[in-house]
C-alpha cells in the first residue's frame, strides 16, 4: 500500500556480529496517515518529497493542487533529506457550516453592540437617577427648610404628602395623615365654614385683571385642631398642582401658623387699650373732681333747702301731703345724687368699695318709680321678677347705677320695635356653684334690636358707644363694678330676637363670704 518508495530507518543487531539482524523499515505514507489529523485530510494536500521534488508519499489525493497556494518545510531528521508539503485543495462551499459561522459572527457583533448600548444606558440610567436623587434631595431640603405646613391633595382629595413643618405644628405623624380624606382629622367646624367661604368667594370673583389670582394668593385665615387639643390659627393658602403635559393631577395647601403672630398682636392690642382706657380714665378722673366740687355744693343747697321746705309745711297746719311728699322727694333724689356722684369719684380713684348686705328686692322696688318712668317714656312695659331670697354682698349705690344703665340701654334698644313687643324683663335667681360657692344671677333681657356682630369685640370698651349721643362709659362701667364685686358680666344675643346683659354676683350668706372672692381686672385697668 506504499506510495512511492520504502524508507529504511534503522538495523538493530540481534547478537553476534555476524549473527541475523532486525531490519526496521517505515512507509512513508503510513508516517503521513499516522501523524497528521484525518480531518484536514479533505483540505489539503500533504506530500513527502525529494529537494529536487520527488514525491515520496502524499495524503488526501483529489487531485493536482498546483496553482493554489503551498508551503514546503524540511523534516526535522538528521540524515534525511525529505521534505513535507502542503498544497491547497479546492473544495465546494459548504452552506450549513458556512451560515452558522456567519451566524455566530452575527451573533457575536450583535452581542457586542448591545453589551455597548446597555454599558451606555446603564451610565445614563446612573446619571438620570443621581440627578433625580439629587432633585429629590434638594426638594426635601427646601421643604425641611420652610416653617409653614404643606400637604398635597391628589384629585379625589386624598392625602398624598405632607412636610416636616405640618407634623410638626400638628403633632400628627405621617402614617396618620398620608392617605386620609376629607374630613381631615384636625379639621374644625371653623376650618370648613372658611374654607367653604373662600371656595364661594372664589367662585364669585372674575379672572379678568388676575383678581381671582389675587385671592387664591391671599388665602383665607381659620382654625385647626391640633392632636393634642389645641387650636392652632392658621393662614392658608391653595393652588393648583399640574403634571408636566398641563393636566391637573391635584392641589397643594401651605398653612403658616400664626397663633403666637396673632397671640403678641392680642396682647399688643390689649396693652394698647389699657393705656388708652388709662389715660381716658385718668382724664375723666379729673373731670369727676371738678364735677363733684362744683355740683356738691348745689346738690347740698337744694337738699336743705328742701329740708326747710318741709318744715315750713309741717309747722303751718293745714299740712298739705301730697306737697311734703313732693319735698320729700326732692331731699331723697338730691342727696342720692350726691352719693352717685361721691360713689363714681371714689371709682374713679380705686378707694375701697362699701360693701354689704343688699337686699336684692328691696332695691329693685326703691328703682321701680325710675324704671317705670323710662318705660312710660319710650311705650315699653317692664316685668320684675326677683325673689326675696336673693340677697347679694355688694355696694347699694354701685349696684343701683349698674341696674339702671342696663334698664336704660334695654328701653332704648327698643325704640324701632313696635309698641306691642316693647317689653324689659328683669329677672335674679340664686344657684349654688361647685367652684364659686352661692351666687346670684341677674338678667337685664330686651326685645330691641341687638347688637351687630362687629360691635361685639368693642361692646365692653371705655369710650366706646354706638348711639350719637354719649361718652361710652356705661358698660364699661358696669362691667368694672361687677368685677371688683368678684362677679362677671356678660352679652347674649336672644333666639326670639333682642339682647340679654347678665351678671352674677355673690349671694350674702356664711358661706359665700367665708370664700374668697377672686382677683378680677377692674375697669380702670382695662
Known amino acids: 500500500g506504499a506510495t512511492g518508495f520504502d524508507l529504511m530507518e534503522l538495523v538493530v543487531p540481534t547478537g553476534a556480529v555476524d549473527g541475523p539482524m532486525i531490519v526496521a523499515v517505515y512507509a512513508p505514507q503510513r508516517i503521513l496517515d499516522h501523524f497528521l489529523p484525518s480531518d484536514q485530510a479533505g483540505d489539503h494536500v500533504y506530500s513527502l518529497v525529494e529537494a529536487d521534488g520527488t514525491m515520496a508519499a502524499r495524503q488526501a489525493v483529489i487531485g493536482q493542487a498546483r496553482g493554489e497556494l503551498h508551503a514546503i518545510s524540511p523534516l526535522a531528521r538528521t540524515g534525511t533529506t525529505l521534505q513535507i508539503r502542503v498544497d491547497a485543495a479546492p473544495v465546494r462551499p459548504r452552506l450549513i457550516p458556512n451560515v452558522l459561522t456567519g451566524l455566530v459572527a452575527a451573533t457575536s457583533a450583535g452581542l457586542g453592540l448591545a453589551m455597548f448600548f446597555l454599558v451606555s444606558d ?28 404643606l400637604i398635597v391633595f391628589d384629585l379625589d382629595d386624598r392625602v398624598v404628602h405632607v412636610n416636616d413643618a405640618l407634623v410638626r405644628i400638628l403633632g400628627y405623624t405621617r402614617e396618620e395623615l398620608v392617605g386620609t380624606g376629607r374630613p381631615l382629622p384636625f379639621a374644625t367646624p371653623e376650618a370648613f365654614r372658611d374654607y367653604r367661604a373662600y371656595l364661594e368667594h372664589l367662585a364669585e370673583t372674575p379672572e379678568e385683571n388676575g383678581e381671582r389670582a389675587a385671592v387664591r394668593a391671599r388665602g383665607f385665615h381659620t382654625l ?27 392641589k397643594m395647601v401651605i398653612g403658616a401658623d400664626v397663633t403666637e403672630q396673632r397671640r403678641v398682636e392680642e396682647l399688643a392690642r390689649r396693652q394698647q387699650e389699657v393705656l388708652q382706657s388709662r389715660s381716658r380714665l385718668a382724664t375723666l378722673g379729673e373731670m369727676a373732681s371738678t364735677l363733684s366740687h362744683e355740683l356738691n355744693q348745689p346738690l347740698a343747697a337744694i337738699t336743705s333747702y328742701a329740708a326747710a321746705c318741709e318744715n315750713l309745711v309741717a309747722a303751718q297746719p293745714p299740712r298739705p301731703e301730697p306737697v311734703a311728699q313732693a319735698l320729700r322727694g326732692i331731699r331723697t333724689q338730691a342727696e342720692r345724687a350726691g352719693q352717685v356722684i361721691r360713689s363714681v369719684q371714689s371709682f374713679l380713684r380705686r378707694r375701697a368699695i362699701d360693701r354689704g348686705e343688699v337686699d336684692l328686692a328691696a332695691l329693685v322696688r326703691g328703682l321701680e318709680p325710675l324704671l317705670k318712668l323710662q318705660a312710660t317714656r319710650t311705650g315699653a312695659q317692664i316685668r320684675i321678677d326677683v325673689p326675696a331670697d336673693a340677697r347679694v354682698h355688694a355696694d347699694r349705690i354701685m349696684l343701683e347705677q349698674v341696674l339702671l344703665n342696663l334698664t336704660r340701654n334695654g328701653f332704648e334698644a327698643m325704640a324701632d320695635t313696635p309698641t306691642a313687643d316693647r317689653v324689659l324683663e328683669l329677672r335674679a335667681r340664686s344657684r349654688t356653684d361647685d367652684e364659686r360657692g352661692e351666687r346670684v344671677d341677674v338678667e337685664v333681657n330686651d326685645r330691641g334690636r341687638g347688637v351687630p356682630p362687629e360691635v361685639l369685640p368693642q361692646l365692653f370698651n371705655a369710650f366706646f358707644t354706638t348711639k350719637s349721643e354719649g361718652m361710652g362709659l356705661g358698660l364699661s362701667l358696669c362691667r368694672s363694678v361687677i368685677e371688683q364685686h368678684g362677679g362677671h358680666l356678660q352679652y347674649r344675643p336672644r333666639p326670639e330676637g333682642g339682647s340679654t346683659f347678665a351678671f352674677d354676683l355673690p349671694r350674702h350668706d356664711e358661706t359665700a363670704l367665708a370664700r374668697p372672692t377672686p382677683p378680677t381686672a377692674s375697669g380702670a385697668d382695662r
Request: hydrophobic fraction near 40%.
Open 122 to 149: 446603564i451610565r445614563q440610567r446612573a446619571r438620570v437617577e443621581q440627578a433625580l436623587r439629587e432633585q429629590v434631595q434638594f426638594r426635601r431640603a427646601v421643604e425641611d427648610s420652610i416653617h409653614h405646613g
Open 224 to 250: 385647626y385642631r391640633a392632636k393634642d387639643g389645641s387650636i392652632v390659627e392658621a393662614m392658608v393658602v391653595e393652588a393648583p398642582v399640574f403634571d408636566p403635559d398641563g393636566h391637573p393631577i391635584g
